[in-house]
């Protein structure tokens, strides 16, 4: 049984897992900012056109995922 790679020499099969993951906790992410914001709309509150620019400034500012994913090792 071949023992798991240290650092940055990490296996394909995990970094793959890490990617999986993480896409999934965006996933969860998003549906929760989506219900927050059509509860806020419909309560007509008047910060929703600047919540809704914020949340695509940052998802437009972050670098893609495979870049994060080498950046910190996973």
């Given at each position: 049984?071949?023992?798991?790679?240290?650092?940055?020499?990490?296996?394909?099969?995990?970094?793959?897992?890490?990617?999986?993951?993480?896409?999934?906790?965006?996933?969860?992410?998003?549906?929760?900012?989506?219900?927050?914001?059509?509860?806020l709309?419909?309560?007509?509150?008047?910060?929703?056109?600047?919540?809704?620019?914020?949340?695509?400034t940052?998802?437009?500012?972050?670098?893609?995922?495979?870049?994060?994913?080498?950046?910190?090792?996973?």
């Amino acid at each position: 049984m071949q023992k798991p790679r240290q650092g940055s020499e990490c296996s394909c099969a995990r970094l793959s897992d890490r990617i999986a993951f993480n896409v999934m906790l965006d996933e969860f992410a998003i549906a929760a900012m989506s219900e927050a914001i059509a509860a806020l709309r419909e309560a007509n509150d008047p910060a929703v056109p600047d919540l809704e620019h914020t949340i695509r400034t940052h998802r437009i500012g972050q670098p893609p995922l495979k870049w994060s994913a080498l950046w910190y090792g996973f």
